[in-house]
DNA sequence: CTATACTTGTGAAATCTTTCACAAAACGCT
DNA sequence: AGCGTTTTGTGAAAGATTTCACAAGTATAG
């Protein structure tokens, strides 16, 4: 397939959630200038982002939410859940593990690590905390789709590595540093620092 | 000043992270390809950022670490401290108030609040919850010039209109929702589902 | 059955961002 | 001082993304 812009999907993923409240509405029917005027774009940009994919309206009427919801979420790839090994028990990655939204759309942790040994064996939401050291052995016993990285930054690549070398494809980064990893692995990295920075930015430059 | 791009922004904020680490490990002289293969971008690249905003360079000899820094730090203003209010005394929220990446890079937490009166009155890393009751009162006593959303998605717009009726500026938006705000307020959303959809994206697409 | 009103899907145009490529500057060496 | 090496700063080219604008469907009403 074509390759389609990060900022496509990252909107399809934001029309996603618009429809599924419409669909909660009881709307059957939306058109693109509607899901545009929620999601604060144009009604051209959404008819283009869908395009990439088929096409999924009817002239004169729009789209039919429930429809457009199953297709959004075949090309996101939601069809199915994923199964994410949490690596860091700390403050993130506990309020990561009760936060319901993962589940609810498809992320199912099944496993956390940690390498404080004070932390090792306590219960958490049903999982109990491993010892980091046996995050090898673990994996291969009940591999995960999906790392996520909730630890200090200086083991932050180190684990990483670690992950790859397990063969996991998909590592969701919370450290504020920069992971290097070969070019068959995605990784998002959620930096607070630099969302902080550019609103510190936008504060100055107005 | 002529428009700058986000990505930008965000490059230079990762800039300054490298050129911090740079500094601690004595590095005293830096070039535009040296600084690019840190972040994984190109030597073009940094140097057009950088030219947006002056020449900080000496042809033959790249930048001067500590005088980059400075200009960095002085572009995204970070010369100064902000105060920060957090709405939501969450999982979330307390993770976030230990943090301690938020006072080192000069975001000073000042007050949290809560609606949940079993978390009012409770310390937290020294600051008292308070009742969101009294939300506008105690912003006017001890303003601050940036809320923290972490609250359920129901009540974060109607949170961030009352940001916006005392004058706050800037919203950093963990609740995932769209928030809308007047054209001189800057909102930056950390949306998980988002994150995670796009790494569901990849593992599909590929 | 025709006219009217709407809304999609999509090339083409406009705009924005990144990359290229090279003159100009700075330094060290002889 | 002149020469070779390095690296910046920046117009211009290339590439990517967004917006425009309109033909082509679809429905409804008379």
Redesign the interface.
Known sequence: ?RK?A?ST??R???Y??FLEEFEEQGIETVSSEALAA???TTSAQVRKDLSFFGSFGKRGLGYSVAELVQKIRG????GRT?RVAMIGA???G???V??R??LQ???EIVSIFDADPAKVGKAWNGLTVRDVKEFEAEVRRCPV??AVIVTPADVAQSLTDRCVALGI??V?NFA?V?L?VPD?V?V?T?N???????????????
């Open positions: 397939m389609i990060e999907v990252r399809l993923s934001l996603l959630r929620r999601g604060g090309i996101l790839g939601l994923y700390g403050k993130i506990s309020a990561l009760q936060y939204g993962f759309r498809g992320f789709d999906i494809k998909a969701l504020p920069q290097s068959d995605v998002k959620v607070l620092a630099l969302e902080l920075e550019t609103l510190s930015y936008a504060l100055t430059n107005r």
